[in-house]
T-cell receptor, first 114, second 115 residues
Framework: DAGVIQSPRHEVTEMGQEVTLRCKPI?????LFWYRQTMMRGLELLIY????????DSGMPEDRFSAKMPNASFSTLKIQPSEPRDSAVYFC????????????FGPGTRLTVL | AQSVTQPDIHITVSEGASLELRCNYS??????LFWYVQSPGQGLQLLLK??????LVQGIKGFEAEFKRSQSSFNLRKPSVHWSDAAEYFC?????????????FGTGTRLTIIP
C-alpha cells in the first residue's frame, strides 16, 4: 500500500486566497483525521471522520476552515480566506476499525501564507 | 477527558547512552497507548503500541516501552541511542469500543544526540 497520500506537499499563497489541501487515506481505512502542527501550539486535531461522516470538528479554528469527505478515498481541508496565522504543517491520518486506534500519518502539507 | 503529559520538552543524551522518555496519561478505561517519532520535515511514524497483554512492548529501531497502570505511565526506553534517533517523540492515548476514535497526543519531547 502507498500509505496516506497528501497533496500538495508545499503550498505558498497570499493572504486572502483560498487554499485546498487534499488527502487520500489508506485503502480500507474508515476513519480520517486532520491535524495542524505549529511550533507554538504543537499538534492539534482539527476534525475527524468515521465512515465519511464528520464526528468531531471542535478543533476547527473558525468558519474559515472547512473539511469534506465525499467518499472513502478522498478528503479535503479548505481555508477561505487564508491568513498568515494559518501557516503550519497540516497532517492527514487514517485508521481502520480493527487497528485499535493506530493512526497512519501522511507526510504533511507545509502551508505558508504570506 | 483523556490527556497525556510529557514532562520533558527537550532531552540531550550522548550517543551510546541509555534513554528514557516519560509519558503519563489520564484515561477512564483501559487505554490504548502509542509512541510516535517525527524526524525533521517528516510525518509521524509509529514506534510501538500497547493494547493489552504483556506490559513490556517492543517496537522498531530497538525501542521498548512499559505500561504501568498503577502509575498511569508508558515510558519509552532504549538501551543505547544512535545519532539517527535525534527526533521529536510523541506519546498518545486512545481507546473506545470501536477502535477508531481519536487519539490524544502529548506535547512531544525533542531528543538531541551529542557525539
Amino acid at each position: 500500500d502507498a500509505g496516506v497520500i497528501q497533496s500538495p506537499r508545499h503550498e505558498v499563497t497570499e493572504m486572502g486566497q483560498e487554499v485546498t489541501l487534499r488527502c487520500k487515506p489508506i485503502s480500507g481505512h474508515n476513519s480520517l483525521f486532520w491535524y495542524r502542527q505549529t511550533m507554538m501550539r504543537g499538534l492539534e486535531l482539527l476534525i475527524y471522520f468515521n465512515n465519511n461522516v464528520p464526528i468531531d470538528d471542535s478543533g476547527m479554528p473558525e468558519d474559515r476552515f472547512s473539511a469534506k469527505m465525499p467518499n472513502a478515498s478522498f478528503s479535503t481541508l479548505k481555508i477561505q480566506p487564508s491568513e498568515p496565522r494559518d501557516s503550519a504543517v497540516y497532517f492527514c491520518a487514517s485508521t481502520s476499525g480493527t487497528s485499535y486506534n493506530e493512526q497512519f500519518f501522511g507526510p504533511g502539507t507545509r502551508l505558508t501564507v504570506l | 477527558a483523556q490527556s497525556v503529559t510529557q514532562p520533558d520538552i527537550h532531552i540531550t543524551v550522548s550517543e551510546g547512552a541509555s534513554l528514557e522518555l516519560r509519558c503519563n496519561y489520564s484515561y477512564g478505561a483501559t487505554p490504548y497507548l502509542f509512541w510516535y517519532v517525527q524526524s525533521p520535515g517528516q510525518g509521524l511514524q509509529l514506534l510501538l503500541k500497547y493494547f493489552s497483554g504483556d506490559t513490556l512492548v517492543q517496537g522498531i529501531k530497538g525501542f521498548e516501552a512499559e505500561f504501568k497502570r498503577s502509575q498511569s505511565s508508558f515510558n519509552l526506553r532504549k538501551p543505547s541511542v544512535h545519532w539517527s534517533d535525534a527526533a521529536e517523540y510523541f506519546c498518545a492515548v486512545g481507546g473506545g469500543n470501536f477502535g477508531n476514535e481519536k487519539l490524544t497526543f502529548g506535547t512531544g519531547t525533542r531528543l538531541t544526540i551529542i557525539p
